[in-house]
Nanobody
Framework: QVQLVESGGGLVQAGDSLRLSCAAS????????MDWFRQAPGKEREFVAGISWNGGTTAYRTSVKDRFTISRNNAKNTVALQMNSLKPEDTAVYYC???????????????WGQGTQVTVSS
C-alpha cells in the first residue's frame, strides 16, 4: 500500500510557474515508477508526466514538453512537477500516481493521490 498526498496547487496567471509536490508513505518508494495526471472539467483524466524508479527516465505529454519537469527524491519519498510558462489550458486537478514497477506505463496506476487544483487565468 502507498499513500500519496499532493500539495502546491493554486491560482496563477498565464506565464507564471508553479511547483507541485507529492509525498509518499507506506511501501518502499523506489519500488514504484511515479506519474502525474490531470483532469480538466468535463474531460477525461490524462497522463502528464512519468518518471522511472531512479529518476533516470522521464516522459511527458506533448503539450507540456519543454515547460514541465518531473523529478523525484527517493531519500525523501517525494515526487515533484515543476510547471513553467503555464497556460489557461493547463487548468485542471493534478493527481500524483504510483505504478508498481521500475518504469512508468502511464496506464492504470496502482495508487492515486487526492488531487490538487491548478487554475491558470488568462
Amino acid at each position: 500500500q502507498v499513500q500519496l498526498v499532493e500539495s502546491g496547487g493554486g491560482l496563477v496567471q498565464a506565464g507564471d510557474s508553479l511547483r507541485l509536490s507529492c509525498a509518499a508513505s507506506g511501501d518502499t518508494f523506489s519500488n514504484y515508477a511515479m506519474d502525474w495526471f490531470r483532469q480538466a472539467p468535463g474531460k477525461e483524466r490524462e497522463f502528464v508526466a512519468g518518471i522511472s524508479w531512479n529518476g533516470g527516465t522521464t516522459a511527458y505529454r506533448t503539450s507540456v514538453k519543454d515547460r514541465f519537469t518531473i523529478s523525484r527524491n527517493n531519500a525523501k519519498n517525494t515526487v515533484a512537477l515543476q510547471m513553467n510558462s503555464l497556460k489557461p489550458e493547463d487548468t485542471a486537478v493534478y493527481y500524483c500516481a504510483a505504478e508498481k514497477g521500475l518504469y512508468y506505463t502511464g496506464e492504470k496506476p496502482d495508487y492515486w493521490g487526492q488531487g490538487t487544483q491548478v487554475t491558470v487565468s488568462s
